[in-house]
């Protein structure tokens, strides 16, 4: 076995020595940018759901279902991919989801009526959802422990740049071509660009001992297992309830602060500074978390969530709230989502080393659907101003904390784990 295979923890494969050796650096870019492809198709299109609302005919908060469709189709396509993946290997899996993306993106692009665009978005994130279920099992094929928390932080850094700039850039193609379609031929654009490194730097990273079989009782018990057990299923509640508050946001935050704080020309900015906060705070989490250990930063950080998203609802509640206090606010608690989300997935998903491609789709399917229909009542709830996303923050949060109480049997700050094979 090479010493580099060694250090990073990856057995080889066969189908591995025939292909070059991926560095943990290069690793950690590429899983990130694969995850940001999502990113990319729900925030790139933000700043155009006036022109798509005003194109294809869209009333009032109905815009939002371009965003809630690809988040909650994405949600149930991430049950599909992490079975195949543990039988055929994580690279075939992936491809198929990349090809998807490209052609969907496509269709988009070209699609004539709202609900048409509606129903391709659902299609896009159901049939893409392999490249949001499997980095994880990747990480997790290679390392274990505090040091995927790491990796898993130091993954969120990278593709949290992405949806600090997507709206910008979308902004920016609409300036250019003056049409919201062509922002849908950028992100086919990307996936073609990520397909080729994919295809050429990622080597096999399923080993033949960890194969399992394609029959309906294997799979539903690998599943089963993965979202039963009390030791992880509360982190997997809990940062779908979170990120159902983060998904709210991102549903409804073109209108609240476009509407609600009179600031649509500074939108691509503000989601810039928020989003920006959380790749911060995701770095600062790969920098302390194998020092600290990951349940005892996140345990933390989701006190502190509490204590903010209190604030804010105070806030929303004053008859003149301001851009001023709501942005602060605002990315105060996606800074600490960067401390929260990256150490519950890592937490969830160490007891599964040999399952982890279904316990990847398992987890995610579960975080993804209740986080999107979570995220899509409460941006359909906008009335005008932030007090329904600040009051889901905080009630989001508070049962977050209960359910992270139920799976630690109500010990928390827990001590650091070392990496795991």
């Known amino acids: 076995m090479r010493n580099d295979q060694l250090a990073s923890g990856e057995r080889p494969s066969a189908a591995s020595a025939t292909r070059p050796h991926i560095g943990e650096r290069q690793l950690i870019w590429m899983m990130a940018l694969l995850m940001a492809l999502n990113a990319f198709g729900i925030d790139a299109i933000l700043p155009a759901l006036d022109a798509v609302a005003g194109d294809l005919g869209a009333q009032g908060n109905d815009r939002q279902f371009v965003v809630g469709a690809y988040l909650l189709a994405a949600g149930i396509g991430t049950l599909v991919p992490g079975a195949f993946a543990d039988r055929y290997g994580r690279r075939p899996v992936l491809f198929t989801g990349l090809f998807f993306y490209i052609v969907l993106s496509v269709a988009c692009a070209l699609a004539t009526t709202f609900d048409m665009l509606v129903g391709l978005r659902a299609a896009q994130g159901f049939f893409a959802a392999g490249i949001i279920a499997l980095p994880p099992a990747i990480i997790r094929d290679r390392v274990g422990g505090d040091k995927m928390a790491r990796m898993m932080s130091l993954i969120f850094v990278i593709f949290l740049l992405v949806p600090a700039v997507a709206p910008s850039i979308g902004q ?65 509640l809990g940062s779908a309830l979170v990120f159902g508050g983060l998904f709210g946001f991102i549903n409804s935050s073109q209108q609240l602060i476009g509407e609600a704080f009179g600031a649509g020309d500074r939108f691509p900015l503000i989601f810039a500074i928020c989003a920006g906060c959380m790749a911060i705070a995701n770095w600062s989490n790969s920098r302390i978390v194998e020092r600290y250990g990951a349940r005892r930063v996140s345990h933390v950080a989701l006190f502190a969530f509490i204590a903010v998203a209190a604030a804010q609802l105070y806030f929303a509640n004053q008859p003149d709230e301001s851009l001023w206090t709501f942005v602060p606010l605002m990315a105060a608690n996606m800074s600490l989502l960067g401390f929260i989300g990256a150490n519950f997935g890592s937490i969830a998903l160490q007891p599964f080393k040999h399952i982890a491609g279904a316990a990847s789709s398992a987890q995610g399917f579960l975080r993804m659907t209740s986080g999107a229909l979570l995220g899509a009542f409460i941006g359909y709830a906008y009335d005008g101003t932030a007090r329904p996303l600040a009051l889901a923050l905080l009630c989001t949060a508070v049962l977050s904390l209960v359910f992270v109480l139920f799976s630690e049997r109500g010990a928390l700050f827990g001590p650091p784990e070392p990496e795991t094979d």
């Open 172 to 236: 920016a193609v609409l300036l250019a071509f003056g049409d919201w379609r062509w922002i849908f031929g950028a992100m086919a654009v990307a996936g073609c660009v990520m397909s080729l490194w994919v295809y050429t730097r990622l080597p096999e990273t399923l080993h033949e001992d960890d194969k399992q079989e394609i029959r309906i009782p294997v799979i539903a018990r690998n599943m089963r297992k993965a979202v039963t057990l009390r030791e992880t299923i509360g982190y997997t």
